[in-house]
């Protein structure tokens, strides 16, 4: 199939499709004598896998390692499992973080909302950091 018509089934730009070939995440593509690259049914798979994986968080380098090698349908199923699981653990971190950053950000505007409104700004700023250093020596 032609760029078009796979642009049309993935639903995505044929430029992303080029970008992705020349990334070699779709592996090298046959062209027709009149130059038109020429796509198989399994490109449009590759695809879809390709966007589910960087909607997962994946990179590129992380989806091209776990990509089978062009032309073979082997997957490896233990380095696919591993990979999945490394990509929860980092998820489980980077949940954690922003439950922290929301937590001190709560606390930034808690902290704000207490001091006495007027007065002089760096004053106040100045209150609200000493208290949130106490705190965190505290915590």
Not at 31 to 51: A, D, F, K
Not at 75 to 80: F, I, Y
Request: glycine share 10%.
């Amino acid at each position: 199939m032609k760029i078009g018509e796979l642009a049309r089934e993935s639903g995505l730009a044929p430029s992303r499709i080029r970008f992705y070939e020349r990334e070699g995440l779709i592996g090298s593509i046959d062209r027709g004598l009149n130059g038109y690259r020429q796509y198989s049914r399994g490109t449009r798979q590759i695809l879809e896998i390709i966007v589910m994986a960087q909607q997962a968080g994946f990179s590129l380098d992380e989806i091209r390692n776990l990509l089978p090698p062009h032309g073979k349908g082997d997957w490896s199923r233990d380095t696919l499992v591993a990979a999945l699981k490394a990509k929860v653990v980092e998820v489980a971190a980077l949940q954690r973080r922003l439950s922290e950053t929301q937590a001190g950000l709560e606390a930034v505007i808690a902290r704000i909302e207490a001091t006495p409104p007027g007065g002089d700004c760096f004053e106040n700023a100045e209150a609200v950091l000493a208290g949130l250093r106490e705190q965190a020596k505290a915590g």
